[in-house]
């Protein structure tokens, strides 16, 4: 089966650290999603790519995270400075959409995530 | 505005049967439904797209009311794989794209 890949599984730092988070979509899929997910927030949308565009980053505190997609197989979620309360699992999720549909008519497959502690 | 789930959390015994809730303040495009099991990334089980379409995944169903502005998850005959968090996530209508993820409901099957 054709899955999400996310590196790294696990990230511990300290404060003050750049930490990138990386997503390999499903090959095919022209849609990817970053989300966080803590316990007092659930999941939150942080950033939405279409055919390797930002349409949507209004999720992100913008200071210190930002999400990018070099290429259709790679996408990332940097934050500098780190935080201790950036604490969370960041899931990548991605989607195929076609032409002239919205994408939420479509399922979307989330990676394993990353379980980041910053200390 | 977040989906609202009710309940926070049920526990049944295994072939027993649950009805999940997810109501939204706005008009919705459509309802997505989500399981994660702990420590897991979530899993799509469904999308409801039109008002009163309802689905079928295994012994899991769903049904949306646009009227209503809610969609309920059944699952009849619980397995213990059945276990896990239950999301559901609305899309707005005056949002073509912003999934957004009610609080969950948590799902215990005993044997």
């Known amino acids: 089966d054709a899955r999400v890949t996310q590196t790294p599984r696990h990230k511990v730092t300290e404060m003050g650290q750049e930490v990138t988070m990386r997503c390999q979509p499903i090959l095919g899929h022209n849609t990817v999603f970053w989300y966080r997910q803590t316990m007092m927030q659930g999941l939150e949308l942080l950033a939405y790519f279409r055919n390797r565009a930002p349409l949507d980053d209004s999720g992100m505190p913008k200071d210190r995270f930002s999400a990018e997609m070099p290429d259709a197989t790679l996408a990332t979620l940097k934050i500098q400075p780190s935080e201790p309360r950036d604490s969370a699992v960041y899931f990548c999720?991605?989607?195929?959409?076609?032409?002239?549909?919205?994408?939420?008519?479509?399922?979307?497959?989330f990676g394993d995530g990353t379980r980041l502690s910053i200390l | 505005q977040q989906p609202v789930q009710s309940p926070q959390a049920v526990i049944l015994r295994e072939g027993e049967d649950a009805v999940i809730n997810c109501s939204s303040s706005k008009a919705l495009y459509s309802v997505h439904w989500y399981r994660q099991k702990h420590g897991e990334a979530p899993v799509f089980l469904m999308i409801l797209l039109k008002g009163g379409e309802q689905k079928g995944h295994e012994k899991i169903s769903a049904s949306f009311n646009e009227k209503k502005q809610q969609s309920s998850l059944y699952l009849t005959a619980s397995q213990l794989s059945y276990s896990g968090t239950y999301f559901c996530?609305?899309?707005?209508?005056?949002?073509?794209?912003?999934?957004?993820f009610g609080s969950g409901t948590r799902l215990l099957v005993r044997p």
């Open positions: 996530g609305t899309v707005p209508r005056d949002s073509s794209y912003k999934l957004i």
């Open positions: 999720a991605s989607g195929l959409v076609r032409d002239g549909q919205p994408y939420s008519n479509q399922p979307q497959h």
